[in-house]
């Protein structure tokens, strides 16, 4: 039996209109992916996908009409994922070939990559479907007008999604540049109000995040500020409030710690997370999206809600929030990579409600044993260090089993061998350290995250020293000590030392990224331009899934030398391992 006729191009117009006629409540999401159902005449949207792209493989391949058939279910695709997330990589891949060799040139083109772009920011993607996103943005937009309405629009896209891949890549720098393209781009005429309103907040977010990585309680309290005035504008059910207000909460957390750290103190009595939240009322407001953005926020907010109870010592509070995060757990596949992110946020509150005075002694390892499970299965589901939570998680989990390990008074062996799983993965979890440092494409963001990187192989050392491991300490130390070295030498080095360890490939690569700083020509200094992407995390100068045979001998090793060694080595660090040069031999790191 046939199904119900439907019209594409009709359709993309009523999609278009329903979202500019409303655009603000939750429900208005709901109600646009509600149609695109009901004009397909199916339930749910792995229904809708199938038809659709079944009834383009009927037609004939290399036509104009295939071609616009491809492009139309693309510009439909991001409202049918709203309900649920439909569409391989391959099959997206394939209209989208289909659309750019068979569609109408020119803007018609232009738009519909724009709209596929969109899925990119909708959920949590690959590295490399994110690279390509941008490429094809970067590959059309030149179809219309610097400064036109479709050009700002698809630069803001190409903003954002470059934002969003330095997130799960690592690169501050790339992170630093897609937010001053946001700013520049937040007054053009394509946005209207609501819209600005809505950068406003996504921009507190973003800069949000960049005084905490430069631990700028200053800065971080104007952006407190900042998405504080947002969310007061925003109606009760606005699509962006739950979001937004899980992001404050989080900033209003990062801002307690800050100042906490500078006067030595914990957290002050008026601090502004000591109030529980509504669950009841988050729930209400979450209900209202669909199903994808549930998963979203359930997350975002479940994450907030767990810091805020914790903030006011409410056990109960913290049981509660972590509801929210299973909520978004059932909603998920395994291997949707925010399954990785809500496990790790419910493994370590469970890790945290096992130290929680106000929990019941007896309920205490009961806990923490739930968390340390959650953590290690989350970590083999990130794969290894090339994953942007690979660090997080695995120190995460270090700290459970070493927390473990303290509270086992009357059983030594327990204590051993808490302690001793707790060493071996805090310095595994060392590994995806190094990598975050060497993805920084310049040597202040690489500094920075250094730094950071530093302190953990410090207390990952203490944790050494303390069980008496003086050989594991001593590669904890070295470990950060490398990383402070390549800091200050970021760009120059790296290919440098690829190519000496034989690895010119990832060599090559790195260089056509354009981390290295080329050598200066004579004359005036060149005009500012935009730091160069860094590799991206999945790509091969900046993973490790093939790690390279040692080199012994008077070469360099690549990972950590013994006691005896250690103290004639210099330590570097390449995008794939960690080397130790012996001072004697002309290391090509120190050229």
Known sequence: MPGKPYDLQALTYEIQQSLLDARTDAQDLTRAADLVLDRLGCDTAGEAWARLYTDWQALERGTLLSGMRAGQILVVLPTLRWHRSVGSPDEVDELLREAEAHGPEGRWKATVVATNSMSGLQRIETPAEMEAAIAQIEQNRDAFPV?????????????????HLAQVGGGEDDFDSAVEDLARLRNSPAFDTGTRLAFDGQLAVFRGHQAVRSEDADALAQQVGELEAVVAQLSPDHMDRVGLEANLDIARANLEILRGRSTGGVFPDHSAMMATPDIGEVRRQIALLPREGQIDRLGEAGISSVSRAMFAGNARGVVEATQLLRDALDLLEPDDDRWIRNALSLGSAHCALGGMASVPRTDRPGHLDQGISWLKHTLRLAGGPAHPLWNTIGMALASGYRFRGDNQLFNTRATRLNHAESRRIGLDAMRAATWSVLLQSGTVHAAETGRRAGEQALGVARWCLTDGAHDDAVRALDAGRGLVLHAATVAATVPDMLDALGQSGPADEWRAAG????????????????????????????????SPRPRTGGGCWTSPPSRTSAGRCVPWAAPRWSIWCPAATACPARR
């Open 147 to 163: 400064g036109s309405r479709e050009r700002d629009a698809l630069d803001a896209t190409h903003a954002g999604l470059r934002a």
């Open 515 to 546: 981390g290295v700083a080329p050598e200066p020509a004579p004359g005036p200094p060149p005009p500012p331009r935009p730091p160069p992407r860094a590799p991206p995390a999945g790509s091969d100068a900046a993973s490790s899934r093939h």
